[in-house]
């Protein structure tokens, strides 16, 4: 399993995402993810919670250590009002385009059936701003420590 470089109070985010293609023993009296693949993540109050392929909610602070929260989540999690939820409970712009979507710089950023769409009014409002010719399935905005 690879090391995340140690920073204070920082998690890298490349390493968690390794962690969820991999899969990785849980810790804190979870099972073991293993090969139950996550195909929905979401960051929120310092923890990501990945729904995995067996509708499973995992959550790790760290990238090292996995927490199964159980449940039959068929749909992608967000994080909506302070809380988890499943992306078709968010009635914010988290759960717009079926939470396939990203907020950074002030702009809402969501993909949907290969089309890109971006508000920048908090929701109220979106603009298609580009169709894919290939299929596009997910956004995401990060920062990265110096």
Same mark, same amino acid.
């Given at each position: 399993?690879?090391?995340?470089?140690?920073?204070?109070?920082?998690?890298?985010?490349?390493?968690?995402? @390794? =962690?969820?293609?991999? %899969? +990785?023993?849980?810790?804190? $009296? %979870?099972?073991?993810?293993?090969?139950?693949? @996550?195909?929905?993540?979401?960051?929120? #109050?310092?923890?990501?919670?990945?729904?995995?392929?067996? #509708?499973?909610?995992?959550?790790?602070?760290?990238?090292?250590?996995?927490?199964?929260?159980? $449940? =039959?989540?068929?749909?992608?999690?967000?994080? +909506?009002?302070?809380?988890?939820?499943?992306? !078709? @409970?968010?009635?914010?712009? =988290?759960?717009?385009?079926?939470?396939?979507?990203?907020?950074?710089? #002030?702009?809402?950023?969501?993909? !949907? #059936?290969? !089309?890109?769409?971006?508000?920048?009014?908090?929701?109220?409002?979106? !603009?298609?701003?580009?169709? =894919?010719?290939? @299929?596009?399935?997910?956004?995401?905005? %990060?920062?990265?420590?110096?």
């Amino acid at each position: 399993m690879l090391a995340p470089a140690r920073r204070p109070q920082r998690t890298s985010v490349g390493f968690v995402v @390794a =962690a969820l293609l991999a %899969g +990785c023993s849980s810790g804190g $009296g %979870g099972g073991a993810r293993l090969t139950d693949a @996550a195909r929905s993540v979401a960051f929120g #109050n310092g923890l990501w919670v990945a729904r995995v392929d067996s #509708n499973h909610w995992w959550q790790t602070s760290s990238g090292e250590t996995w927490t199964d929260l159980g $449940g =039959a989540h068929a749909d992608d999690v967000v994080f +909506c009002d302070n809380q988890f939820v499943d992306a !078709k @409970a968010c009635a914010g712009p =988290a759960g717009h385009d079926g939470g396939r979507v990203a907020f950074g710089a #002030n702009v809402w950023v969501g993909i !949907k #059936n290969g !089309k890109i769409e971006r508000s920048q009014d908090g929701g109220t409002t979106w !603009k298609m701003v580009y169709t =894919a010719s290939d @299929a596009l399935e997910d956004v995401a905005f %990060g920062d990265v420590a110096p």
